[in-house]
C-alpha cells in the first residue's frame, strides 16, 4: 500500500486561505482579536511565497514547477493597490501594535546566519575557536541567546544558508550582526528603551 505523502506548498496555499477566511469573519464581526488573526493571515502569505520563490524546492532554472493561485495574488494585488494611493489597507493597519514585536523576516534571516557561521567553525569550515563568543559580540546579545538560537534552529544547514559558499559566511555574520543591533535587537538597545507595556 503506497503512503499518502501532503504536499507542502498546497498545504501551504490552504494554510493561507484558511487564515484569510478567518481574518474576514473577524473583520465582520469586529472581532477583538482581530490584530492576531491579521498577523496570522500575513504570516501566512510570507510563508507561501518564501516557499514559491525558494530555488531549491519551487524552482528548476527560470521556471516554477508551481504557480502561486489566483485568488491569493489577487488579493495581494489589492493591498497593493491600496497602499500606492497612500492609503493603508484594513488588514495590515490591523497588525499594528504597541511593545516589542516579534522578529520579521530580515532578522530571522539574520539569526539563519548566526546559526550557521557557530555551525560551520565548529564543523571545521571556518578558522574560528570561540564562535559563540564572536557572534554575540557581533550581535551585541548574550551568549546564552546564541546559544539559544543554535537549539530552536536545528536544521541550519551552513552551506544552504550562504548559497554554496561557506567561505563566505564570516562576512555574512558582521554584516547582520549589524543589522540587527540596528533593528533594535540588541541587548544595549532593548535597555535603552526600558519597560514595555502590550
Known amino acids: 500500500m503506497t ?3 501532503p504536499d507542502p506548498y498546497e498545504m501551504t496555499i490552504d494554510a493561507a486561505r484558511t487564515a484569510r477566511d478567518e481574518l474576514a469573519a473577524a473583520a465582520e464581526t469586529n472581532h477583538p482579536q482581530i490584530g492576531e488573526y491579521a498577523r496570522t493571515y500575513f504570516r501566512s502569505l510570507e510563508q507561501l511565497f518564501s516557499l514559491y520563490s525558494s530555488p531549491q524546492k ?3 532554472g527560470d521556471v516554477p514547477l508551481k504557480h502561486l493561485p489566483a485568488d491569493i495574488t489577487l488579493i495581494v494585488s489589492k493591498l497593493f493597490g491600496t497602499l500606492a494611493v497612500g492609503n493603508i489597507p484594513d ?3 490591523d497588525c499594528a501594535k504597541k511593545g516589542r514585536t516579534k522578529p520579521g523576516p530580515s532578522e530571522r534571516r539574520d539569526v539563519e546566519i548566526a546559526v550557521a557561521y557557530v555551525k560551520a567553525a565548529k564543523s571545521g569550515m571556518l578558522n574560528d575557536r ?7 559580540a557581533s550581535y551585541d546579545v548574550h551568549r ?3 546559544q539559544g538560537w543554535q537549539a530552536s534552529h536545528p536544521d541550519i544547514d551552513p552551506v544552504a544558508v550562504a548559497h554554496g559558499h561557506p567561505e563566505f559566511l564570516e562576512r555574512l555574520m558582521k554584516g547582520a ?3 540587527y ?3 533594535g535587537r540588541s541587548r544595549s538597545a532593548i535597555a535603552s ?3 514595555t507595556r502590550g
Open 3 to 5: 503512503s499518502f505523502h
Open 58 to 60: 519551487n524552482w528548476f
Open 91 to 93: 488588514p495590515i493597519a
Open 130 to 136: 570561540a564562535p559563540i563568543a564572536n557572534v554575540a
Open 144 to 146: 546564552r541567546t546564541v
Open 177 to 179: 550582526g549589524k543589522r
Open 181 to 183: 543591533r540596528h533593528a
Open 193 to 195: 528603551c526600558g519597560p
